[in-house]
């Protein structure tokens, strides 16, 4: 039978994380320099514990005021011990509960520079390996992330997203333009059979291109995101499809 992983944005003040988690299989939880602090950290880590959810951790910029999606031009070095401080916040909280962090997912701003910069994907990913080698690290399908990461020796996953567009060459439709954000749960979920079953995904102009899904991304700060969750989880059941954490 085949199986795909499903994750979704946790810890950043969303009223419906609790809602989301029994349609997911991995979680990636904010560690407080974008959104959340310990608080949410150790809430969130419970809802994963209760609905059987892998525990990733979600750093980014230390950037609240813009909710970690502002472009910041840092030192490796800086870079370096920006994400290890937040594994380290999380990774000490999940211990708490004797529960494990499977992965690691970047936030916004630092997720996107990665996908792009492929100094900024070797530096995340070595950063990741120093910490703890066996974590997985997600990154957008076929970007510098992926394969800095794959250099550096870490187990790795391509993310794809249910609920963003897509451009002619792969990469996402940047927010700030028209139509980045699919807005219907059906087209989300018709979007999501397609990575899966056809290994591709069609652009804005209507092109076809080839995609590798292991994770699928649904964003849990959505309007819909209960409801984009449901039905995307409801249609992969129906062409038996299981939803399973990597």
């Known amino acids: 039978m085949v199986s795909i992983d499903i994750n979704c944005d946790m810890g950043e003040g969303m009223a419906t994380d609790e809602a989301i988690m029994p349609y997911i299989g991995s979680a990636n939880i904010a560690c407080g320099y974008h959104a959340g602090d310990a608080d949410t950290m150790k809430r969130t880590i419970e809802l994963c514990l209760k609905y059987n959810v892998a525990i990733g951790a979600h750093p980014s910029f230390f950037d609240r005021e813009n909710f970690g999606r502002h472009e910041m031009d840092i030192a490796e070095s800086e870079m370096y011990d920006l994400i290890t401080q937040q594994l380290f916040i999380i990774n000490e909280i999940a211990d708490t509960f004797d529960a494990t962090i499977s992965h690691v997912k970047p936030h916004g701003a630092l997720y996107n520079m990665s996908a792009k910069n492929k100094t900024i994907a070797k530096t995340i990913a070595h950063t990741v390996k120093d910490f703890n080698k066996e974590l997985v690290l997600f990154g957008l399908s076929g970007s510098h992330s992926i394969s800095e990461a794959k250099a550096a020796g870490l187990k ?17 439709t940047p927010r700030k333009e028209p139509n980045a954000l699919i807005e219907d749960a059906v087209r989300a979920a018709g979007q999501v059979l397609q990575m899966i079953k ?18 699928i991304c649904i964003h849990g700060d959505g309007k819909h995101a209960v409801e984009f969750a449901k039905i995307i989880s409801e249609n992969l059941k129906k062409n038996n499809i299981v939803i399973k954490a990597l």
């Open 198 to 215: 056809e290994k591709t995904i069609t652009s804005g102009t209507r092109k076809k291109i080839a995609i590798l899904a292991d994770t």
């Open 156 to 172: 790795t996953a391509n993310e794809v997203f249910a609920d963003r567009t897509y451009q002619d060459d792969g990469s996402l």
